[in-house]
T-cell receptor, first 113, second 115 residues
Framework: KNQVEQSPQSLIILEGKNCTLQ??????????LRWYKQDTGRGPVSLTI???SENTKSNGRYTATLDADTKQSSLHITASQLSDSASYIC????????????WGAGTKLIIKP | DAGVIQSPRHEVTEMGQEVTLRCKPI?????LFWYRQTMMRGLELLIY????????DSGMPEDRFSAKMPNASFSTLKIQPSEPRDSAVYFC?????????????FGEGSWLTVV
C-alpha cells in the first residue's frame, strides 16, 4: 500500500535554532516529492518539488533532501523564525501524469521565542 | 495574480440544509481540485477536473456531494443534504496541466460547520 509517513508528529524548538523533519514513503513507482507548509487556518503552500534525479533543493531557509534509493526525504529549516510555526506536509506523486498525490499526515512545528 | 479564491470562508449551517462552496482558480490553470481536510483523515482529494471536465470523482464520499465546473474560471462543490460529519475545511486548488509535476496552488479554504 502506498504510504507517506512523517516524523516527528510535532516538534517545539526555540527561535533561531535549526531543525530537520523526516519523511519516509513506500510509494512506487515514484515521480516526485513535494513539501508543503500549512499555516493554521490557511491553505497549504508549496515549498519544494523534487524529482527522482534531484537530491537537494532549497527555498530560502528551507532545504529539502531526497534519497530515492532509501525512499527518504528531509526538510531542514535553518535559523528558525516565529513565522515558521506551521504544519509541514510531505506529498509523493506516483507519476508525471498522475494527479493523485499521497499526502503525509504532517509535522506540526512550533517555534518559541 | 490573486491566487485561488474561495467563498464563503466560513459557513455554519443546520443539518439537512444545502451548502454550496465556490471557487475561482488561477487564470490560465487547466486543472482544478477539491480537497477536504479533517483532523482525523488529513487532506483527501474529492474530485479532479481537467479542462473543465471531471476526470475522477472517486473521492466524493456520497451522492450528497456534487461538483461542477461550468467554465474555466468557476467551480462549485455542493452538499445536499448536509450532515454534521461533513464538517471540515474544504480546499479548492488549481494547477497548470496535470498535478504530477506541477505546483498545485491552494485557496484559503471554506470552513464548514454543520450543526
Amino acid at each position: 500500500k502506498n504510504q507517506v509517513e512523517q516524523s516527528p508528529q510535532s516538534l517545539i524548538i526555540l527561535e533561531g535554532k535549526n531543525c530537520t523533519l523526516q519523511c519516509n514513503y513506500t510509494v512506487s513507482p515514484f515521480s516526485n516529492l513535494r513539501w508543503y507548509k500549512q499555516d493554521t487556518g490557511r491553505g497549504p503552500v508549496s515549498l519544494t518539488i523534487m524529482t527522482f534525479s534531484e537530491n537537494t533543493k532549497s527555498n530560502g531557509r528551507y532545504t529539502a533532501t531526497l534519497d530515492a534509493d532509501t525512499k527518504q526525504s528531509s526538510l531542514h529549516i535553518t535559523a528558525s523564525q516565529l513565522s515558521d510555526s506551521a504544519s509541514y506536509i510531505c506529498v509523493v506523486s506516483e507519476s508525471e501524469s498522475n494527479y493523485q498525490l499521497i499526502w503525509g499526515a504532517g509535522t506540526k512545528l512550533i517555534i518559541k521565542p | 495574480d490573486a491566487g485561488v479564491i474561495q467563498s464563503p470562508r466560513h459557513e455554519v449551517t443546520e443539518m439537512g440544509q444545502e451548502v454550496t462552496l465556490r471557487c475561482k482558480p488561477i487564470s490560465g490553470h487547466n486543472s482544478l481540485f477539491w480537497y477536504r481536510q479533517t483532523m482525523m483523515r488529513g487532506l483527501e482529494l474529492l474530485i479532479y477536473f481537467n479542462n473543465n471536465v471531471p476526470i475522477d470523482d472517486s473521492g466524493m464520499p456520497e451522492d450528497r456531494f456534487s461538483a461542477k465546473m461550468p467554465n474555466a474560471s468557476f467551480s462549485t462543490l455542493k452538499i445536499q443534504p448536509s450532515e454534521p460529519r461533513d464538517s471540515a475545511v474544504y480546499f479548492c486548488a488549481s494547477s497548470f496541466r496535470g498535478a504530477g509535476g506541477n505546483t498545485i496552488y491552494f485557496g484559503e479554504g471554506s470552513w464548514l460547520t454543520v450543526v
